[in-house]
């Protein structure tokens, strides 16, 4: 079973800085289009972010605060997550499809996520 793996969550102060990466052994994530969503209890998840085979972008949730980027060389997706709030508190996943999509439907492969806390 292909595994994504996320990493660089964790505790940081409103309007702080953090850095998600999704990385994969099994496959090559530049033949996907990668999205990130987030989840909080309770809650479904929601689209973030999507990159496509292509590099385009799209964005879903924290316009213009959340930025995401491949690193073809590393095999890598990363979410640079700029002036985070409190309401960004989550657990956030990467996910490997062939298209962008915000909804989660149709995502292939998935991790198994990341907690990003912001609290003062």
């Known amino acids: 079973q292909v595994q994504l793996v996320e990493s660089g969550g964790g505790l940081v102060q409103p309007g702080g800085s953090l850095r998600l990466s999704c990385t994969a052994s099994?496959?090559?994530?530049?033949?996907?289009?990668i999205g990130w969503f987030r989840q909080t209890p309770g809650t479904e998840r929601e689209g973030v972010s999507c990159?496509?085979?292509?590099?385009?972008t799209f964005h879903y949730y924290a316009k213009g605060r959340f930025t995401v980027s491949r690193d073809n060389a590393k095999n890598m997706v990363a979410l640079q997550m700029n002036d985070l709030k409190p309401e960004d508190t989550a657990r956030y996943f990467c996910?490997?499809?062939?298209?962008?999509?915000?909804?989660?439907?149709?995502?292939?492969?998935w991790g198994q996520g990341t907690q990003v806390t912001v609290s003062s």
């Open positions: 996910a490997a499809r062939h298209r962008c999509s915000g909804y989660d439907l149709y995502y292939k492969f």
């Open positions: 099994d496959i090559d994530l530049n033949n996907y289009a």
């Open positions: 990159i496509g085979t292509q590099g385009d």
